[in-house]
């Protein structure tokens, strides 16, 4: 692909054409350049590509899209100026990809909480139903039985392309996406194609950099904008917000009126039994919330012409999500529980339906960039459950585990639970299952299928939460 043809899809400031190569691919990870490539600078929150100009060229660079002014121009170089990095790498992505998700059934799945586990459904489901499709998110990017890695909830424009790509190659007719908030502000979506967009839930996360839950919301609903149709829940104060906006949205819910709504609720053997439009689905999950997830997954499926008693036939096989309550088998009848959850709604959504007559032990911390607010909300909603909370390390990264964990303490003592803090996650770990007994719970909380810790800044350090646990069982 030729330059000039690529400029026709930008906008930019200004041009300084020095070379007329054919241009194979764009990055913004100067590591990921080769040869005739463009190399889009960006300036993020840590780190700005412009400094990172030198590596590209050396890699192979011909092309350099930037937005500072005091850019070094070098003979035989294309330079082209622009006001929004992130646009135009998303558009020359797109543009030298083919649009991979025009061809795509997309569907976007975006909220607070229920992200991974809504993808996973709906890919289930549609995989059960004879509709193949690939599911990018938080644990990867999985279809037709491979696994490509993702570094982001929402990878970057770049990956997502590639990706839409292979699987097209593989005959995927249908993806689903986990979009989070910082992807969609940052553009990593942007010319996605979507045919469903899907709004779960909102509460407070991310505060560092949305700043007020009207921001957070507005980030959010970027995905409904660019979608043919909508999936909202109703039995969120945000979902009605959004089905305002949305006036011909599908809704889901327990609570209020809506197109699907869960009814008749039972608890059967650890699973859910409820009725759909008068159909009955059982679910082999534990959590009232996972019948919101699979609502929005019922939701999509119907819509596509399946009929629901179908559909529940297909969800009975559905066993879960990694990370998402997902019980640790040991020989000690404790019911040692892995999650992801990283929220006080998420928090609250583990802990509402629990036994009250078992001990609950939750290990957890909190991420660094997470505010005040959110730390304490953790150790209020714990303490308001009963929860033993052991605090621990999760990422600090430029916060100290002191602050952060003294703050997670003073929610627990706002409602005068119990608490101990205990600063290595093993330490932290061997401490909450050797002091539960048979039939007791232990939640680790926060880290699920993720195998870094970030003690510094955002330097990754190894580390997996399920070896961790095998560890301390096997030691007891």
Request: proline fraction near 1%; include cysteine.
């Amino acid at each position: 692909m030729k330059i000039e043809k690529i400029l026709k899809e930008i906008s930019y400031i200004s041009k300084n054409i020095q070379n007329d190569k054919e241009i194979v691919g764009v990055s913004s990870n100067s590591k990921e350049i080769k040869k005739d490539f463009i190399f889009v600078a960006i300036r993020g929150f840590e780190f700005d590509g412009h400094s990172y100009i030198e590596n590209a060229l050396e890699n192979g660079a011909s092309t350099i899209v930037y937005t500072n002014d005091d850019v070094e121009f070098k003979n035989e170089i294309n330079y082209i100026k622009v006001e929004d990095a992130r646009l135009a790498l998303a558009k020359i992505s797109n543009f030298l990809s083919d649009f991979p998700s025009k061809s795509l059934r997309m569907i976007g799945v975006t909220g607070t909480n229920g992200k991974t586990t809504t993808a996973n459904i709906v890919s289930f489901l549609l995989n059960k139903l004879g509709e193949t499709c690939a599911n990018i998110g938080t644990d990867g990017a999985f279809f037709n039985g491979k696994t490509l890695p993702t570094e982001h909830t929402t990878p970057e424009i770049t990956d997502i392309n590639y990706i839409l790509n292979e699987a097209k190659k593989d005959g995927i007719k249908n993806v689903v996406m986990e979009t989070s908030s910082h992807g969609l502000c940052l553009k990593r979506n942007y010319g996605i194609a979507y045919e469903y967009g899907v709004f779960t839930n909102l509460s407070p996360e991310h505060m560092d950099y949305h700043k007020t839950m009207d921001n957070y919301f507005k980030a959010k609903m970027i995905l409904l904008n660019h979608s043919k149709k909508q999936v909202v829940n109703l039995d969120d104060d945000y979902g009605k917000k959004a089905k305002e906006i949305f006036k011909d949205a599908l809704t889901i819910s327990i609570n209020e009126d809506s197109n699907y709504k869960a009814e008749n609720i039972k608890r059967v053997d650890m699973g859910l039994e409820f009725f759909v439009n008068g159909v009955k689905f059982h679910l082999k999950r534990f959590g009232m919330y996972d019948i919101y997830n699979s609502l929005c997954a019922i939701a999509i499926a119907n819509d596509l012409g399946f009929k629901l008693e179908e559909i529940s036939k297909a969800l009975e096989g559905f066993k879960g999500v990694k990370s998402r309550f997902e019980f640790i088998e040991n020989d000690l009848g404790i019911n040692i529980v892995v999650d992801f959850a990283h929220t006080t709604t998420s928090f609250e959504s583990l802990y509402k339906d629990l036994p009250k007559d078992r001990k609950k032990f939750a290990v957890y911390g909190i991420s660094g960039d997470r505010t005040p607010d959110i730390r304490r909300g953790l150790g209020r909603i714990s303490a308001k459950y009963d929860i033993f909370s052991v605090i621990t390390t999760d990422d600090p990264k430029f916060d100290t585990f002191e602050n952060i964990s003294n703050q997670i303490k003073e929610g627990v003592e706002e409602n005068n639970g119990e608490c101990i803090i205990i600063r290595n996650r093993k330490e932290a770990i061997k401490y909450a299952i050797s002091h539960a007994k048979k039939g007791d719970f232990v939640f680790m909380l926060g880290k699920g299928e993720e195998d870094f810790l970030k003690l510094k800044a955002n330097i990754k350090t190894y580390y997996n939460e399920k070896e961790t646990i095998r560890e301390v069982l096997e030691e007891l």
